[in-house]
């Protein structure tokens, strides 16, 4: 146990935002209130740059009630950032916790925030701040290295199957040839989880690819075919990114039309357009999931909202226990039943990389999903009881109860 | 009391699929349980197309238990159908209902299907074939005259609402210009209904543009800006038609490129291009909420389901009661408390008409809906009781037991 380091702390929300994100902010806080050490809690309105403008919401200032209700809001109750860091921040930064006594510092994100965590928790030793940096990993994707999978990506996984089960049941009235597109611009977890869908056979989807998978457009029109005119319909689910068989981002470069203008819309639109011009008499229809699938409330999962909440309140513990640069992990334990913990990785190890999905889940012919991915897959999805008794979903906003600033302004 | 009318009976489901087609499906099959004058109860596959073709399912062989499940599955269990009725199709259709005894024909759909309904008890009667036709209403789009709301639309309403409401906290931690597409080629009562989520000051929706708006590029261009400079965000609901000055569909006519391409994607695509063209140091996205509108089962309403329910049992009850060339309609009897009781109105009243969102609702600034709506839709988004304890809905099928065919096999 290392000794105590007393001091004010402060947690941001950085990236895309989850359905589950604020329930790692809670679990932060609620660990913080417990913790002499910790002084204030201070929120960093829109991540790192909040904390370049100084702008500090008061967490001790949130009564319970509100930090329960904003914990079952989906997306960032901070706000969040897509922010490239440079080395004039990170002094910024360092300062700036100097200035305001911020000895623990907590990031909510994915790995360009684990690498940014561990830079600041660099700068800072070099410095001479004594300080500790704990990273709280959050990404629908999944594709985060040193962990069993990631916060968020339950809740994702389950919106994407709920969609595609329903959609299933729409294209089999109207028997369309239907493309849906799910997030996912490197990997194919997310394109991946709609094979939960598949409950009986004929069920949807009847294609699946994924970026890890090559993709041939003349492949992609046989398969098609193929399952059209099997079922008589077809639901194909893709990614948002695929990757021809030199491994090339299939992207604006390919989706130009005949006078070299980019194809708008997205993968999902590029396909139904080769797919209508080789098969004029078929109907084709596309449905892009989009932000939906990292805030449609209604579909938290019961897994990912616990162990979201766990990975917010260990990152605080491990940080008063002396920890410093590194992220919180999740460790499945068991397959059966499902077991998970939590752990610590030096957060070099997770910066900057990208988790595929593993070839041994893709399909040998590359337009599907082994079943032995559901196995995986299943428990992070598992539902959880919510009377819904209103019409809308109840969402909750953090009072804005500001800690007064103290250096001077910079832009 | 008109005099008993024993024989067969005939549903089918036409048009897009809602959320609750399938309550009104069963609710029709249950109450004609009840009636010793009907016979067989015969579900045609794929609408009138099952009906052409004499694919007919035998629902007294559905276990009741599979009914109920059915009754909580989206989309038509019967399959459906988009098809142009022609003058030889009514009369095979009318040859198929005297061949198989049909004296009861149920047509759950909208005004094309009230049309259809109509011409087919006209032929019955010129044919001197004694059989009783009834209208079943169904649309998401609330576009049926002589009703005071379809079923369907309080789903998808509520669908709408909670993803608006979601999308704006994604929105809020990012702060793009946002456009979302509603279903609602000619009407705004989709898109209208996003006003639910608008519950507290800045909440989204900042803006909604309607067919019935007169829509104008510059206009447009400005209110967003507008909203964007006061909130630092913007989320902006459109319906997938929209109409110019002049009443023009803005369509693909407008939506080309200088090259004349017709633009992809639809309207919330070319909104985004020209946001973008205007504001280039803002970032602009759209989501277009697509099949989930009509098929999101969770989000499915109370009253929605039970009017549902509802339409389906008292059609066939007034059909035994003696009922010809109608369609039965939603009442609303008092606004505080909310009842809605049934009642009927000639076929002809119905078809081929169009109920627009009356203009009362729609703000003069002709961005926005009057909060007045709100009285109209809150009780129609009632939200339910349901556990969602497994990671994915319970959806069922029925079982394809068919009856024998009867005549000489047509193209």
Redesign the interface.
Known sequence: MAETLKGNIVIG?SG??TMVVNLSLVGAVKEALQHEQIQGIYGALCGLEGVLKEEFIDLRAQPAELLDAVAD????AL????LKIREEHLERIVLVFQAHNVRYFFYIGGNDSQLTCHQISQLAHEVGYEMRVVGIPKTVDNDLVEVDHCPGYGSAA?FI???V???D???????PI?IVEAMGRDTGWLAAASL??R??PGDAPHLIYTPEAPFSEAKFLEDVKRVYDEYGRAVVVISEGLRDEQCKQISASTQV?A?G?V???GMH?YL??ITENAYPQIKV????????Q??????R?KTDAEESYLVGQMAVRHACEGVNDYMVTLERTSMHPYKCETGLTPLVNVAEQTRHLPLHYVSPTLNDVEESFLDYV?PL?????????????R?A?LKPVMIPKKLPHID
């Open positions: 929300q895309g935002p809001t989906p997306s960032t706000g969040s950032v897509r389950r199957a709920t969609a089960a329903c959609i049941r729409d294209n089999e009235a109207l028997r239907q939960l869908a409950r009986e039309d006078f203008h194809q708008l819309g639109q139904v357009t229809r596309s449905d892009r999931l989009g932000t939906l990292r805030s449609f409330i209604y579909c999962s299943q999805v598992e539902g959880e009881e919510r009377t819904l008794d209103s019409g809308l979903p969402l906003r």
